[in-house]
């Protein structure tokens, strides 16, 4: 963190790992703050270059002196769902069409990578986060 200065903007963003450009969406959500853009993004790259083809919510601090800091989240968790079944997408009609079944192992997996960012106390809370996502992409969990 930069020090106790409270920031003058918050902006969320959802971008790819390590693929980060000052063109939109990076462009047209931080051009107004007058922050470096090429330099949030060689950051935020280096940053998330583990991470590659996965989308990183990232949450950017602005302060009155144009200085930043930013803190990345998990990925959300209908893209963890999807890379563990290896789907292209969620179902178009999840109440009728069901695409994949999530394993329990699977579901623990996801619910302890998600738990930080999750509003929930506990492992058996996060599982039923992520089951409920599940559900709405047509996925069935075990």
Do not use: H, W
């Amino acid at each position: 963190m930069a020090s106790k200065k409270k920031p003058s903007k918050i902006i969320k963003l959802q971008l790819m790992a390590g693929k980060a450009t000052p063109a939109p969406p990076v462009g047209t959500a931080l051009g107004p703050t007058g922050i470096n853009m090429p330099n949030f993004c060689k950051e935020y790259n280096d940053k998330t270059r583990d991470q590659e083809g996965m989308v990183v919510p990232v949450v950017v601090n602005v302060y009155e002196d144009r200085t930043y800091d930013f803190v990345l989240k998990k990925p959300p968790t209908s893209v963890l769902i999807k890379k563990s079944l290896n789907l292209d997408k969620g179902s178009s009609e999840p109440n009728k069409n069901k695409i994949a079944t999530l394993t329990k192992s699977q579901l623990e997996e996801i619910a302890k990578n998600k738990m930080s960012d999750l509003n929930a106390f506990d492992l058996e809370q996060a599982k039923k986060i992520v089951a409920g996502t599940a559900r709405s992409m047509g996925v069935l969990v075990e």
